[in-house]
């Protein structure tokens, strides 16, 4: 069964930074592209990046791209996510999953991290 485990968010001041992470158990990590994934309240979840299985690739969301940075390990089974230059709008949970495209491999998802971006 897949397991995953975000952590790293926190409140934050706009202009901040803040690198969340992500293990993974349950899976052939390495054979897996992966992605992030945020969900403010009231709305429904969005792709925010994903990074093909061997690095090589990387694709961010509009309105993060510029701002965050989608890298993993595959020795650690752990996927990161450098956040930079945050804004008000990026506060959300904060999600891992597979992707095929830019849409979820997995139902099974993590608890999420949440992320706060005051002004």
């Known amino acids: 069964q897949v397991h995953l485990v975000e952590s790293g968010g926190g409140p934050v001041q706009t202009g901040g930074s803040l690198r969340l992470s992500c293990a993974a158990s349950?899976?052939?990590?390495?054979?897996?592209?992966m992605g992030w994934f945020r969900q403010a309240p009231g709305k429904e979840r969005e792709f925010v990046a994903r990074?093909?299985?061997?690095?090589?690739?990387?694709d961010y969301a509009d309105s993060v791209k510029g701002r965050f940075t989608i890298s993993r390990d595959n020795d650690k089974k752990t996927v990161y996510l450098q956040m930079d230059s945050l804004k008000p709008e990026d506060t959300a949970v904060y999600f891992c999953?597979?992707?095929?495209?830019?849409?979820?491999?997995?139902?099974?998802w993590g608890q999420g991290t949440q992320v706060t971006v005051s002004s």
């Open positions: 349950g899976l052939t990590f390495r054979s897996y592209a």
């Open positions: 990074i093909t299985y061997n690095s090589f690739s990387t």
């Open positions: 999953n597979a992707v095929a495209g830019s849409e979820p491999r997995f139902d099974s």
